[in-house]
C-alpha cells in the first residue's frame, strides 16, 4: 500500500517532465558558428599546472600594514568608547509600555 503512494508522485512527475515544450537550441547558436574551426587542442600539462604563488611588493605591504594600524586604533577608540546610560531598564520598558497605551487609544 505504501508502495503505491509513493509511485503515484512520481508517475505524476514522469507525466507532467513528457509534456514539457523544450526550447529551440539551435536559434540560439550565434550566427557562424557551424562554419567556425574546431578549437585548437592543446596539452594539459600547461592547463593544470601550479601557478606561481603571488608575491606582495613592498609598496603592497607598506599599505596593508598601514590600513592593520588604522583599524587597530579604531578598534581601540570603539573600545575606550564611554556609553552614557540615561535611567535603567525599568524605566525605559515604563515609558515603552506608556507609548503603546497612547499609540492604542488614538
Known amino acids: 500500500m505504501r508502495r503505491a503512494y509513493l509511485s503515484l508522485p512520481v508517475a505524476l512527475l514522469v507525466a507532467q517532465t513528457a509534456c514539457t515544450q523544450f526550447p529551440e537550441?539551435?536559434?540560439?547558436?550565434?550566427?557562424?558558428?557551424?562554419?567556425?574551426?574546431?578549437?585548437?587542442?592543446?596539452?594539459?600539462?600547461?592547463?593544470?599546472?601550479?601557478?606561481?604563488?603571488?608575491?606582495?611588493?613592498?609598496?603592497?605591504?607598506?599599505?596593508?600594514?598601514a590600513r592593520v594600524g588604522g583599524l587597530q586604533s579604531r578598534a581601540a577608540r570603539v573600545g575606550n568608547a564611554q556609553v552614557s546610560q540615561s535611567g535603567s531598564v525599568a524605566d525605559r520598558l515604563k515609558r515603552l509600555q506608556q507609548k503603546a497605551a497612547e499609540l492604542r487609544q488614538q
Open 25 to 65: 537550441l539551435d536559434a540560439v547558436a550565434t550566427p557562424g558558428v557551424e562554419n567556425a574551426p574546431y578549437p585548437q587542442l592543446v596539452p594539459i600539462d600547461g592547463l593544470i599546472a601550479e601557478p606561481a604563488p603571488p608575491r606582495a611588493t613592498k609598496e603592497d605591504i607598506a599599505q596593508v600594514q
